[in-house]
């Protein structure tokens, strides 16, 4: 069982940024593929980003390239999302979460934490 929970969400300006940090439970956490999702008020939620057990390699939507960044600390249990140039339509709630690496579906999530964006 994975506990995560995420922190750094609030309201921001269009073009600045934020920090996103998801807190994982799991003693094996380097084991884990984690991912980042968001979904904005009616609607699905969406994959925003994903990153491999040792960092080395990420992936992200079409909609934050160049804009976001995951990356992990597999020391700290801790799972972030750098957020820079926001855009309005970035605002959602943001979710971390975990997978095994034998697994095709996300297994895991946290509780989300809410990022608005101002015009």
């Known amino acids: 069982q994975v506990q995560l929970v995420e922190s750094g969400g609030g309201l921001v300006q269009a073009g600045g940024s934020l920090r996103l940090s998801c807190a994982a439970s799991?003693?094996?956490?380097?084991?884990?593929?984690m991912g980042w999702f968001r979904q904005a008020p009616g609607k699905e939620r969406d994959f925003v980003a994903s990153i491999m057990t040792s960092g080395g390699y990420t992936s992200y939507a079409t909609s934050v390239k160049g804009r976001f960044t995951i990356s992990r600390d597999n020391a700290k249990n801790t799972l972030y999302l750098q957020m820079n140039s926001l855009k309005p339509e970035d605002t959602a709630v943001y979710y971390c979460?975990?997978?095994?690496?034998?697994?095709?579906?996300?297994?895991?999530w946290g509780q989300g934490t809410q990022v608005t964006v101002s015009s």
């Open positions: 799991a003693r094996t956490f380097s084991n884990y593929i």
């Open positions: 979460a975990a997978r095994g690496t034998g697994k095709s579906k996300y297994e895991y």
